[in-house]
């Protein structure tokens, strides 16, 4: 049976059994999408003349726009870097002889979809601020001694209340769509109004990208709120016969656009996997490529470490003066590490194993895109920024044998970029296009039938799990359990709740502390820097000046006419201090990013291994609660996973700017010095107020997030229902039985026909 009647089937199969509640969470970590999706991607691979789909995909700030921006604009910053909605929106580039752009917009069906999860996130808001509200009022009223409050005062408290709430609620998984149809209700445009801006054509990709574009895609853009992608037509020859898709994240929190993302991750022929060296491959790097080469099936995979140069100056140069040798260690070293996780995702997905063997078959293709920048400009220095500047002084530094003479540091530079490497990798995959897409269907369809496999196998085991319980529970003994949860209802309170209560005190005070902590090792950085970039100068002049010399006779005529005055002259000086403005703007933009990208992962690292501590230890405490009387493993399991799942995320965000006064390059004197070294240091001595104090809100609203759960209430609750559900079957054994049985062949079929 092929891959759409298997799908139409399950999904039959599905909502017959009234499953589907229980299927979304499935479908998603199977990679199932719907079989009008499918069919057109194996209709895809028909099509006369279809290009070749080069998919660039890895987590935000991997360097991808940096190597797509080498790879097809020489190393200028056409495509943007930073992470704006600008880079989530540039999805496909493909050649045409004219440069245009095509919007895709939401539809109607979309934006219906996200004013739902907006009246969701609004009615539960509305009931936050009515909380804070009350709470500000009985405040107000015990401070002052009194029983009402003037109209001004309630407007305060109401005003108060409703910053308080948004505040707390910012993280809640429905706040981007909210905040998305808010934008689309405040933009006061309609869908009718951008019909006539689906194609946007410009006199060059530069005036394209600066110009109109920034109305669809830029943060503050007019249409902004209704683009979905946007793809690029330019005429780049290296394009031709391609389409290179430069893929967003999977985890949007608007559906539709998550759904894009799908599409696109589905529809790439061959995918470079863009890693920065310095985190190489991390748990979201591995799970992306799980996801596209074997839930979609794209076999054609390519490991790429982005920013190497970051990598030159740290332990791998060790005793090396070549940076050609130290690149080759790095190579080593990275080759080595794959090749490790790769084998543990082999371990863990025995389906990977075609794929991981392939891309364990070559090195980790190692590349700086700074280091092309440098080479294809190395003529015009002065057109260098700040960051270009920063890391040629670095590498003169590290390997003054090597970049002190233009042919070696060119060559080096070459090597370091290998840029050449990635074209060549284009360039044989472009020349072997019937190949890979005769290949590449073949792959697309075992890759879904094996997620079907795994989506059929893992609803066996639900349906297995709940046969057996019925079989061999005893009804008597789920009684007293239950009987026991109502009875032990204030024990489980007290031990899960106090368990919680001190996990949550833990969260608190530890996590704060590792992320003062790095704040503190960040300043100290700045610290270092400034002093090496500050110094002194001191200048010589001539200065004139005028003595009195008497004449020396004994004359009357001398006497009378005094002494007489003659002009000399004598050498002064006066110092002034001097600072090299771009290590520090440098070192305050690293500082900076560093913050936001360290900070970021260090929460989630804890807030990861934190569940895990929650799940072993509530599981521990009710079981202590319940004495000898230990309920159902599974039972257990389940109902814990279900509320650890319910709990609100909350992220991390630095909020802060650099101000221009610190945007300036080169080697500042004087006063012009010794303003920029105190804006410097007065930014950082804020920086580091707005960062603890971003870390302090951080953690009020993660911590509050965490309040919202009351976790011994919803557990019991959640585990008498599973156990009235199994009680009601036991009660029904035979007829349940019965109807599992039945759901169980028609399985069996279905996963018969599967194989």
């Avoid at 604009?73 to 880079?87: E, S």
């Avoid at 009875?487 to 007290?494: R, V, W």
């Avoid at 270092?528 to 200048?539: H, K, L, P, Y």
Wanted: aromatic fraction near 6%; hydrophobic fraction near 35%.
């Amino acid at each position: 049976m092929d891959i759409i009647q298997l799908n139409n089937q399950i999904e039959e199969f599905v909502n017959k059994n009234n499953f589907s509640h229980d299927a979304l969470a499935l479908k998603q970590e199977h990679a199932i999408q719907k079989s009008e999706e499918w069919q057109r991607v194996l209709d895809s691979f028909a099509e006369q003349g279809r290009v070749l789909r080069i998919g660039i995909i890895g987590r935000v700030k991997a360097g991808k726009s940096s190597m797509l921006n080498a790879l097809l604009f020489n190393g200028n910053d056409i495509l943007p870097k930073a992470a704006t909605p600008m880079t989530a929106a540039l999805t496909i580039m493909e050649y045409s002889e004219n440069v245009s752009a095509e919007v895709d917009f939401f539809t109607q069906q979309d934006i219906d979809e996200i004013k739902v999860k907006y009246d969701f996130f609004q009615k539960a808001l509305d009931s936050k601020i009515k909380e804070k509200e009350l709470e500000n009022a009985e405040r107000i009223k015990r401070k002052k001694g009194v029983n009402s409050l003037s109209a001004e005062e309630q407007q305060e408290c109401l005003n108060k209340a409703k910053s308080q709430a948004e505040r707390e609620m910012k993280d809640d998984p429905s706040f981007a769509s909210y905040d998305q149809y808010r934008r689309i209700k405040e933009s006061g445009k309609s869908l009718s109004d951008l019909e006539q801006y689906r194609t946007i054509s410009a006199g060059s990709v530069e005036e394209l990208m600066n110009g109109v574009l920034n109305q669809f895609v830029g943060s503050s853009g007019a249409f902004m709120p209704f683009t979905k992608s946007v793809t690029l037509h330019i005429p780049e020859k290296g394009l031709q016969g391609l389409q290179i898709i430069d893929t967003p994240g999977i985890n949007d929190p608007v559906t539709s656009r998550g759904e894009r993302t799908e599409q696109l991750l589905q529809d790439c022929d061959v995918v470079l996997i863009v890693s920065p060296s310095g985190q190489f491959l991390s748990s979201e790097d591995t799970d992306l490529m799980h996801r596209v080469t074997t839930k979609e099936g794209t076999q054609q995979a390519y490991l790429i470490a982005s920013q190497v140069d970051n990598q030159l100056f740290g332990s791998e140069s060790q005793g090396l003066s070549d940076p050609i040798h130290v690149l080759e260690r790095i190579s080593d070293n990275l080759t080595k590490h794959a090749r490790n996780v790769l084998a543990k995702q082999v371990q863990e997905y025995p389906s990977m194993k075609v794929a991981a063997d392939k891309l364990s078959k070559n090195n980790v293709i190692c590349s700086s895109s700074v280091a092309f920048s440098m080479q294809q400009r190395f003529d015009e220095q002065h057109t260098w920024d700040a960051n270009l500047q920063h890391v040629w002084r670095n590498l003169n530094q590290k390997f003054p044998d090597v970049f002190s003479h233009e042919e070696l540091a060119k060559n080096a530079l070459n090597q370091l970029a290998n840029i050449h490497q990635i074209h060549q990798i284009v360039s044989e995959v472009t020349a072997n296009k019937e190949q890979i897409l005769a290949q590449r269907r073949i792959d697309f369809e075992n890759g879904k039938r094996t997620a079907l496999q795994g989506y059929l196998k893992a609803w066996a085991e639900r349906i297995n799990e709940q046969i057996h319980q019925i079989q061999h529970a005893d009804v008597d003994e789920l009684r007293k359990q239950e009987a026991e949860l109502k009875k032990q209802q204030a024990t489980i309170d007290a031990n899960v709740g106090g368990v919680y209560d001190d996990l949550i005190s833990d969260i608190k005070l530890n996590l704060s502390k590792q992320l003062k902590d790095k704040l503190k090792s960040e300043m100290r950085r700045f610290d270092s820097v400034s002093d090496n970039a500050q110094g002194s100068e001191t200048e010589y002049y001539e200065e004139e000046y005028e003595v009195e010399v008497y004449r020396g006779g004994t004359g009357f005529l001398d006497w009378a006419l005094g002494p007489k005055h003659e002009t000399r002259t004598r050498t002064e000086s006066y110092s002034y201090t001097t600072v090299k403005a771009k290590p520090i703007r440098r070192a305050i933009e690293e500082i900076r990013s560093n913050l936001e990208d360290e900070l970021g992962h260090l929460s989630e690292s804890y807030s990861q291994a934190w569940k895990k501590k929650i799940y072993s230890q509530v599981v521990s405490a009710l079981r202590e609660a319940m004495g000898d009387r230990e309920l159902d493993v599974n039972i257990i399991a389940r109902a814990v996973k279900n509320v650890l799942a319910r709990i609100p995320e909350a992220s991390f965000k630095l909020e802060d700017d650099i101000p221009k006064s610190l945007k300036k390059t080169g080697k500042l004197t004087g006063y012009e010095a010794e303003s920029f070294i105190d804006d410097a240091e007065d930014y950082i001595s804020n920086l580091k107020d707005v960062v603890n104090k971003d870390i302090s809100a951080y953690m009020t609203t993660l911590v509050s997030n965490l309040k919202k759960i009351d976790l011994a209430k919803e557990l019991t609750a959640d585990l008498e229902n599973n156990l009235k559900q199994l009680l009601s079957e036991i009660e029904n054994k035979e007829a349940s039985l019965f109807n599992y049985r039945g759901i169980q062949k028609e399985l069996a079929g279905l996963m018969q026909s599967a194989a």
